[in-house]
Protein backbone atom coordinates (compact mmCIF):
# COMPACT_ATOMS: atom_id res chain seq x y z
CA UNK A 1 0.00 0.00 0.00
CA UNK A 2 1.47 3.48 -0.97
CA UNK A 3 2.19 5.94 1.88
CA UNK A 4 -0.44 8.62 1.92
CA UNK A 5 2.52 10.70 1.77
CA UNK A 6 2.75 10.47 -1.83
CA UNK A 7 -1.17 11.43 -2.21
CA UNK A 8 -1.95 14.55 -1.67
CA UNK A 9 -2.86 16.40 1.65
CA UNK A 10 -5.56 17.41 0.79
CA UNK A 11 -8.38 16.90 -2.33
CA UNK A 12 -11.14 19.78 -3.01
CA UNK A 13 -14.11 18.57 -5.33
CA UNK A 14 -17.18 21.10 -6.02
CA UNK A 15 -19.41 19.48 -2.82
CA UNK A 16 -16.45 18.80 -0.42
CA UNK A 17 -12.94 18.98 1.11
CA UNK A 18 -10.67 15.16 2.20
CA UNK A 19 -7.89 15.81 3.98
CA UNK A 20 -5.54 13.32 5.39
CA UNK A 21 -6.30 12.40 9.18
CA UNK A 22 -2.93 12.51 11.28
CA UNK A 23 -2.12 9.85 13.62
CA UNK A 24 -2.95 11.19 16.82
CA UNK A 25 -4.91 9.60 19.36
CA UNK A 26 -8.00 11.98 19.69
CA UNK A 27 -8.17 11.30 15.42
CA UNK A 28 -8.09 7.31 16.37
CA UNK A 29 -10.40 7.56 18.46
CA UNK A 30 -12.78 9.36 16.70
CA UNK A 31 -12.01 6.72 13.40
CA UNK A 32 -12.26 3.93 15.91
CA UNK A 33 -16.34 5.04 16.69
CA UNK A 34 -16.67 5.35 13.42
CA UNK A 35 -15.65 2.14 12.25
CA UNK A 36 -17.59 0.09 15.15
CA UNK A 37 -21.17 1.78 13.91
CA UNK A 38 -20.35 0.81 10.53
CA UNK A 39 -18.15 -2.28 10.86
CA UNK A 40 -20.27 -5.17 9.18
CA UNK A 41 -20.69 -2.82 6.08
CA UNK A 42 -16.77 -1.89 6.10
CA UNK A 43 -15.93 -5.81 6.41
CA UNK A 44 -17.80 -6.53 3.23
CA UNK A 45 -15.00 -3.96 1.20
CA UNK A 46 -12.22 -3.91 3.22
CA UNK A 47 -11.24 -6.91 5.58
CA UNK A 48 -8.84 -4.93 7.31
CA UNK A 49 -10.92 -3.22 9.57
CA UNK A 50 -11.69 -6.48 11.25
CA UNK A 51 -7.74 -5.44 12.55
CA UNK A 52 -8.60 -2.42 13.86
CA UNK A 53 -9.88 -3.20 17.50
CA UNK A 54 -8.85 -0.52 19.89
CA UNK A 55 -7.57 3.08 19.76
CA UNK A 56 -4.03 1.65 19.79
CA UNK A 57 -4.82 -0.75 16.69
CA UNK A 58 -6.36 2.62 15.12
CA UNK A 59 -3.25 5.34 15.92
CA UNK A 60 -0.69 2.31 15.02
CA UNK A 61 -2.36 2.01 11.43
CA UNK A 62 -2.77 5.84 10.68
CA UNK A 63 1.33 5.92 12.29
CA UNK A 64 1.95 3.42 9.51
CA UNK A 65 0.29 4.84 6.59
CA UNK A 66 1.36 8.26 7.43
CA UNK A 67 5.35 7.52 7.19
Known amino acids: MKPLLQFPQTIK ?4 IL ?6 KENATKLLSI ?10 WQGHFGELN ?3 DVEGY ?6
Open 54 to 56: TVE
Open 13 to 16: TPRL
Open 35 to 44: IDQNRDYLME
Open 62 to 67: LNKRSN
Open 19 to 24: RAVAPT
